[in-house]
């Protein structure tokens, strides 16, 4: 059973288009959701990250949505370039233990083409 | 700083083979990761360390035994390997259990198990 439902699967845009990938989630014990970027053959790196108590977080081009009683939260990449082309993963966080436990999305490759 | 580091970065293995991934972080995180990642299902724990001396179960621990002897070692083990444990291997770091912390990851290690 997947915790955190991702979609779409693949995105390709043209250059300075605006890729929207989005996530839905269950369980109300999430309490922090990153998105990582990963670059082939590299491991995933922290893009951005969002609180449920915030309906939207700017970082430069990357901006996270959310919806906290829909359960859904989304990346929109403003003037995409073709340097963002990677694979995308929302993640949800919560405390499980003694420990953060990250469930992660299945994953959104994005190509940008120039 | 390295960061996270991962040894090796490729290896194939025969059914029944053992093996150990070393990850290795110098950053003096206290908890670290292992996770595994598969085509279409993003990435998922096997098991974490919240500190020296322990561990702990995640979502995917079968076939999977760890160890933690030093802060800065975590180790991850397949003790007789099958063909469903092929998957690209992360460990990753992180300096707290807080909402905030982020998980730094490493450059993973392909696995094969033919």
């Known amino acids: 059973q997947q915790q955190v439902k991702q979609s779409p699967q693949s995105l390709i845009v043209q250059k300075g288009g605006i890729p929207i990938i989005n996530c839905a989630y269950e369980?109300?014990?999430?309490?922090?959701f990153p998105w990582y970027q990963q670059f082939p053959g590299k491991g995933p790196a922290l893009l951005i990250a969002?609180?449920?108590?915030?309906s939207e977080k700017k970082e430069g081009r990357f901006t996270i949505s959310f919806n906290k009683s829909a359960k859904q939260f989304s990346l929109h990449i403003m003037d995409s370039q073709p340097g963002d082309s990677a694979t995308y993963f929302c993640?949800?966080?919560?405390?499980?233990?003694?420990?953060?436990?990250?469930?992660f999305g299945s994953g959104t490759q994005l190509t940008v083409l120039p | 700083n390295a960061g996270v580091t991962q040894t090796p970065k490729f290896r194939v293995l025969k059914t029944g083979q053992s093996m150990t991934l070393l990850c290795a972080q110098d950053?003096?995180?206290?908890?670290m990761y292992w996770y595994r990642q598969d085509p279409g299902m993003g990435l998922r724990l096997i098991h974490y360390?919240?500190?020296?001396?322990?561990?702990a179960k995640g979502e995917v621990p079968d076939g999977y035994n760890v160890s933690r002897l030093k802060k800065q070692n975590f180790l991850l083990g397949l003790e007789s390997a099958a063909p469903s444990q092929t998957s690209v291997y992360f460990c990753?770091?992180?300096?707290?259990?807080?909402?905030?912390?982020?998980?730094?990851f490493g450059p993973g290690t392909r696995l094969t198990v033919t």
């Open positions: 360390s919240v500190g020296e001396g322990t561990t």
């Open positions: 369980n109300t014990a999430f309490d922090y």
């Open positions: 950053m003096n995180h206290e908890y």
């Open positions: 993640a949800a966080s919560k405390l499980t233990g003694s420990a953060r436990q990250l469930t």
């Open positions: 969002i609180r449920p108590d915030v």
């Open positions: 990753a770091s992180s300096y707290s259990r807080l909402a905030g912390s982020e998980q730094y």
